[in-house]
């Protein structure tokens, strides 16, 4: 793994980006963009993602990283129930709710793969790298 110096290297920080786009696009039109609660709770829980990487990057250690990380995890999946929410009440079409499901699936398989890599350098003594 390439020496990571910016939280916007990290590739799970950069598959967040891409999915918060697509979940503002997705809620700015049609019926969801109606439904202000569910809306809004899930641009939230994208931003969160986003948020907690960086957040947890710049912190000491990689055991406070981890636990950003493994809030951002959570936060990706709050993004998969809420889409469910959408698709099953007709806010959303069925090939919105797949992008969005899979960009979400993708973020967090990313997000797991780094916080096993971050306890196996802890292990090892190292920063991640």
């Not at 920080?13 to 963009?33: C, D, F, M, N, S």
């Not at 939230?44 to 990487?53: D, E, F, G, P």
């Not at 797949?98 to 793969?113: C, K, M, N, P, Y």
């Amino acid at each position: 793994m390439a020496k990571i110096e910016r939280f916007e290297d990290i590739e799970a920080w950069k598959k967040a980006r891409e999915l918060t786009k697509i979940i503002y696009e997705v809620t700015a039109q049609g019926k969801l963009a109606t439904d202000f609660s569910l809306r809004d709770q899930l641009r939230r829980a994208a931003v969160s993602i986003m948020a907690n990487i960086a957040e947890g990057f710049e912190r000491e250690g990689n055991k406070e990283f981890r636990q950003f990380l493994a809030t951002a995890k959570g936060s990706a999946g709050e993004v998969k129930a809420l889409i469910y929410v959408a698709l099953d009440t007709d806010l959303t079409s069925l090939e919105q709710f797949q992008r969005i499901r899979t960009l979400a699936d993708e973020t967090s398989r990313v997000l797991a793969g780094f916080l096993r890599y971050l306890k196996t350098s802890d292990k090892k003594g190292s920063k991640f790298q």
